[in-house]
Nanobody, 125 residues
């Protein structure tokens, strides 16, 4: 069974919005935080946002701060990434992941064990 399943990607014009969802299977979320990462063609995977599963503290990359909002619904074991004011440079495959390691920063992909399959977000100019 796939631990994390994303949905909500698609094609949108610049300035538009999309909401991504990440549903965790099982009765509990498999980690201490949920993160979203993205990878554009020819580029390295980069951190987008994270949320502590207990407590709900949030963390954002500077490139999305003020435009993206991460949230979670503990009862549904589901996390969300609301993306507003999208730009062409936001085009990428977005993946959610569950963090199992502990450190002060949330942007190390190696701290995340379970990954979703990824969903394509394309922003046209």
């Amino acid at each position: 069974q796939v631990p994390l399943v994303e949905s909500g990607g698609g094609l949108v014009q610049a300035g538009g919005s999309l909401r991504l969802s990440c549903a965790a299977s099982g009765r509990t979320f498999p980690g201490n935080a949920m993160g979203w990462f993205r990878q554009a063609p020819g580029k390295e995977r980069e951190f987008v946002a994270a949320i502590k599963w207990i407590g709900g503290s949030t963390y954002y990359a500077d490139s999305v701060k003020g435009r993206f909002t991460i949230s979670r619904d503990n009862a549904r074991n589901t996390g969300y990434l609301q993306m507003n004011s999208l730009k062409p440079e936001d085009t990428a495959v977005y993946s959610c992941a569950s963090r199992v390691n502990y450190r002060s920063s949330y942007d190390y992909s190696s701290d995340y064990r379970y990954w979703g399959q990824g969903t394509q977000v394309t922003v046209s100019s």
